[in-house]
């Protein structure tokens, strides 16, 4: 038996060939073929040829042509490797004409899952904010069509976790979910049958809440430290958020952006008499409080 | 005809004589001693700074000048790595000040030409006849210096493990930041249409962040399309705003429809550090009476930072962002060390600014 790639440009001029012999055959003696109409991907099966002496074989698949020299009056065996990729085949059959016949080559069981889960991040408490989507192929990588129960499993760090089981159209599995009040790991894992794959969300937390700075004089200087900077829900904001503290007094206006470091932000500022205080992060604002400079 | 010779080589001698003065700057010299007026005195100094003649430079200062040689060319030069280290002077514009028998005070803006653009340097110089020529005296700079110290610095830094392009499709990986466009404000200016506004990262890792914007026609065609440059903060951190500006030159706001903006954040690797405080901000005028934001800026960290850059937003008493302007600081930023800064304000947008933000982009040479 002798293989044919689709990458050598001699393979496509002969495939070309075939593709007129198909036409050919097909208005010749197309009823003597009797391949199954439908056959499962990878699986071997033989088709009964009728008559007697040497003839020529051609199997027309999607990704690839088998060329084979077989004897009239016994039996075609289809090896399980020609029949790999899901989608239309065309068997020819030459003696001193042509004839053909077309079979369908589904996918197989389900054995791979790609599964895309986004985002990466999400901010906690957002309603519909966590997108999974399922891909079922069998173990040829063939989209498999045909509906397909996928279990989602979705599992917090803290909390109980909750499964949702959806079948699959088209080969896709798809589900939407709220993320959780508690930043930290999401694991959620798509399975069907088998199979399994894990991915991670992470929560974060959201936009900063109460936001409160405090002012601590000290000499001249004066330094200004947040609380706690958290979110809505209790979350605290990971380190390195940037916090922007504006001091006003009579020299002119003082800005830092500075960086949250283990919870807090904090910094140290002249001020020079009498001066208001306030602290942002991002758009939000937090409250404002007012000093007495020394200088 | 012997005597012919002599003569004639005689006169040879003097003309390569005169060439090879004229080459090794013998005019300047002569301007040097010769300078017969404070503003003849600054120009031949602004000449020997511009052709990097600083010994001769420090040589033709007035002999009060209390400053060394080293401390001089530091002065004028730069340091540190600083932008001023990758200038050079390109032109010195004089002017008398105020002149008696004896003294003078003559103001000298000197333009530095640097990859980042122009610089100007106002400074009013004291000039002191001596004998028959004056002289600058060139005050000793104060460099400030920080008592030696350990800092520690337990500073944020985020790396970035990409996906493995070997893996599957579909296989886990890292979002890109989000970013928002917070405003957007479309100006005329004179030959020009500008867009500017803020953008903020809103994402909890750090961005690089490009803003582009597409001006469309009234049939929906692009017009132009431009990028922020160097007018925006391009890495930002989580939840830092930036403002952004974009000039369309040549474009009029009549032939605008609408515009089409695009923020694009990657993901990468960024430090924390070094925080800047921008200290003392105020408008007020420079030396030529130009409306100006003047302010410190301080570097609060503990290394030195080469080359920083001025961001400022202006905004209106309704908060909507009317200009954003920038400026290049020539000198290096040393740790707990205020260095000031000035960027400049057009007039029609001074007199319509009600507040104004500034942020720093920043510049080391030491890989964070």
Redesign the interface.
């Known amino acids: 038996m002798k293989r044919t790639s689709r990458s050598d440009f001699e393979k496509y001029r002969r495939l070309a060939m075939l593709a007129l012999l198909w036409a050919l055959s097909g208005w010749a003696r197309a009823a003597d073929l009797h391949p199954p109409a439908t056959v499962e991907a990878g699986h071997a099966f033989s088709i009964p040829v009728p008559g007697s002496g040497p003839g020529t074989f051609y199997l027309v698949g999607p990704d690839h042509v088998v060329k084979r020299d077989v004897s009239l009056g016994s039996d075609l065996e289809i090896e399980s490797r020609d029949v790999r990729a899901a989608g239309r085949y065309q068997v020819i059959l030459c003696d001193s004409a042509c004839t053909s016949a077309p079979f369908e080559v589904k996918a197989a069981q389900p054995a791979h899952l790609?599964?895309?889960?986004?985002?990466?991040?999400v901010p906690v408490s957002t309603p519909n904010s966590i997108d999974g989507t399922a891909?079922v192929f069998d173990q040829y990588f063939n989209l498999v069509l045909t509906p397909a129960a996928v279990d989602f499993q979705i599992t917090p760090a803290s909390g109980t976790g909750f499964a949702r089981r959806v079948s699959s159209r088209h080969g896709v599995a798809w589900m939407r979910t709220d993320s959780t009040k508690h930043e930290g790991r999401v694991q959620v894992t798509a399975a069907s049958g088998s199979v399994q794959?894990a991915?991670?969300v992470q929560q974060?937390?959201a936009e900063?809440c109460a936001l409160r700075v405090k002012a601590v004089p000290s000499g001249n200087m004066v330094t200004l430290e947040t609380d706690p900077v958290r979110d809505c829900s209790g979350n605290t904001?990971?380190?390195?958020?940037?916090?922007?503290f504006t001091t006003v007094d009579r020299?002119?206006?003082?800005?830092?952006?500075?960086?949250i470091?283990k919870g807090v932000a904090r910094?140290?500022?002249?001020v020079h008499g009498r001066a208001q205080i306030s602290v942002a992060?991002?758009?939000i604002e937090g409250n404002e409080v007012a000093v007495n400079g020394k200088l | 005809m012997k005597w012919g010779l002599v003569v004639f080589l005689t006169l040879a001698t003097l003309v390569l004589v005169a060439i090879a003065w004229l080459q090794s700057g013998g005019v300047k010299q002569h301007t040097i001693s010769s300078a017969a007026t404070p503003e003849e005195a600054v120009q031949a100094l602004m000449s020997n700074l511009q052709a990097h003649n600083f010994q001769q430079a420090y040589d033709s200062l007035d002999r009060s000048s209390d400053t060394d040689i080293a401390s001089f060319i530091r002065d004028v030069a730069g340091s540190d790595g600083s932008l001023r280290t990758y200038s050079s002077l390109q032109s010195a514009d004089v002017s008398p000040l105020h002149a008696d028998p004896d003294q003078a005070l003559v103001r000298v803006r000197m333009n530095w030409s640097s990859a980042l653009g122009s610089l100007d340097d106002v400074r009013d110089l004291r000039v002191r006849r001596d004998g028959s020529v004056w002289r600058v005296v060139w005050p000793k700079p104060a460099f400030p210096a920080v008592p030696p110290q350990v800092l520690s610095v337990n500073y944020l830094r985020w790396e970035v493990i990409g996906r493995n392009t070997s893996q599957n499709w579909g296989s886990q990986d890292v979002d890109s930041p989000k970013v928002r466009i917070t405003s957007m404000n479309a100006i005329s200016r004179p030959g020009r249409v500008v867009i500017l506004g803020e953008v903020e990262n809103e994402d909890t890792i750090p961005a690089y962040l490009n803003v582009n914007a597409t001006l469309l026609k009234t049939d929906g065609s692009p017009l132009d399309e431009e990028g922020s440059f160097d007018l925006i903060s391009h890495v930002l951190l989580p939840k830092q705003v930036s403002p952004y500006r974009i000039d369309f030159p040549g474009v009029r706001m009549d032939a605008v429809k609408s515009v089409r903006m695009d923020a694009r954040a990657l993901l990468v690797p960024a430090s924390a550090d070094p925080v800047i405080a921008v200290a003392d901000q105020a408008v007020g005028k420079d030396g030529l009476n130009r409306n100006v934001l003047k302010g410190e800026l301080v570097n609060q960290s503990g290394r030195p930072v080469n080359i920083a850059q001025v961001l400022a937003a202006y905004y209106d008493d309704s908060g909507k962002v009317i200009w954003v302007s920038d400026g290049y600081v020539d000198q290096a930023l040393m740790p707990q060390v205020p260095v000031p800064f000035a960027v400049d304000i057009p007039n029609d947008i001074a007199e319509r600014l009600k507040s104004y933000r500034v942020i720093v982009n920043h510049y080391s040479r030491t890989s964070n």
């Open positions: 790609s599964f895309f889960l986004h985002p990466s991040r891909f794959e991915r991670v974060v937390a900063a904001l990971p380190d390195g958020t940037v916090i922007s020299e002119g206006k003082t800005t830092v952006d500075t960086p470091k910094t140290q500022l002249s992060c991002g758009v």
